[in-house]
C-alpha cells in the first residue's frame, strides 16, 4: 500500500540555520515525490519535485530536496532558514505503476525564529 | 492561464442538510482529484478522475458523499446527508500529466454545525 511519513509534528530552527524537514514513503515501483507548503488561509503551493534523474532537486525559494532510494526518504532542505519560510510543509508521494494516485502525508510545520 | 477554479468558497450548514461543491480544473488536464483537508492534517485523498472515469474512489464515504466528472470537464462533489466530522476544507487539483505536480484551487470551506 502507499504510504507518506511526516514524522516529526513541528521543527524549530533559528533564522539563518540550515533546515530540514523529513518524509519517508513507501510504494510500489518508482516513486514520483512531490513537497508543497502551505501558508495560513492559503492553498498548496508546489515547491519541487523528483521524477527521475538527479537525486538532489532544486525547487522555489531556495529548498531542495533529496532522494534517497535505499532509505526510501526525501527530506526537504534548505540552507538558511528564513522567519518567512514558517508555514505548514506537505511530503506527497505519486503511484507510478497504474493508477497515479497521489497522497500526501500529515504535514510538519516550519517555525522559524528571529 | 486560469487555475483551478472552486466554489462556493464557504459553506455553513446544518448536520443532516447536503452541500455541493463544483470544481473546474485548468483546461487540458485529464486527471482531477478532490482532497479533503481537516484543520492542521494532511489532505486526504476522496476520489480521482481519469477524464470522466473514477481512477480511485476508495476513501470516499460512499453512503454520504458522491462525486461526478461528466463530458470529463468540471466536477461536482456532494455530502448529503452531512455530518460534524465533514467540516473541513474540500480541495480540487488537477495536474497536467501523470508526472505533472497538483494544481490546486483555492479550497472550499465547509462548517457543519
Known amino acids: 500500500a502507499q504510504s507518506v511519513a511526516q514524522p516529526e509534528d513541528q521543527v524549530n530552527v533559528a533564522e539563518g540555520n540550515p533546515l530540514t524537514v523529513k518524509c519517508t514513503y513507501s510504494v510500489s515501483g518508482n516513486p514520483y515525490l512531490f513537497w508543497y507548503v502551505q501558508y495560513p488561509n492559503r492553498g498548496l503551493q508546489f515547491l519541487l519535485k523528483?521524477?527521475?534523474?538527479?537525486?538532489l532537486v532544486k525547487g522555489s525559494y531556495g529548498f531542495e530536496a533529496e532522494f534517497n532510494k535505499s532509505q526510501t526518504s526525501f527530506h526537504l532542505k534548505k540552507p538558511s532558514a528564513l522567519v518567512s519560510d514558517s508555514a505548514l510543509y506537505f511530503c506527497?508521494?505519486?503511484?507510478?505503476?497504474?493508477?497515479?494516485?497521489?497522497?500526501f502525508g500529515a504535514g510538519t510545520r516550519l517555525f522559524v525564529k528571529a | 492561464e486560469a487555475g483551478v477554479a472552486q466554489s462556493p468558497r464557504y459553506k455553513i450548514i446544518e448536520k443532516r442538510q447536503s452541500v455541493a461543491f463544483w470544481c473546474n480544473p485548468i483546461s487540458g488536464h485529464a486527471t482531477l482529484y478532490w482532497y479533503q483537508q481537516i484543520l492542521g492534517q494532511g489532505p486526504k485523498l476522496l476520489i480521482q478522475f481519469q477524464n470522466n472515469g473514477v481512477v480511485d474512489d476508495s476513501q470516499l464515504p460512499k453512503d454520504r458523499f458522491s462525486a461526478e466528472r461528466l463530458k470529463g470537464v468540471d466536477s461536482t462533489l456532494k455530502i448529503q446527508p452531512a455530518k460534524l466530522e465533514d467540516s473541513a476544507v474540500y480541495l480540487c487539483a488537477s495536474i497536467p500529466s501523470n508526472t505533472g505536480e497538483l494544481f490546486f484551487g483555492e479550497g472550499s470551506r465547509l462548517t457543519v454545525l
Open positions: 523528483y521524477i527521475t534523474g538527479d537525486n
Open positions: 506527497a508521494v505519486r503511484d507510478n505503476t497504474g493508477g497515479f494516485k497521489t497522497i
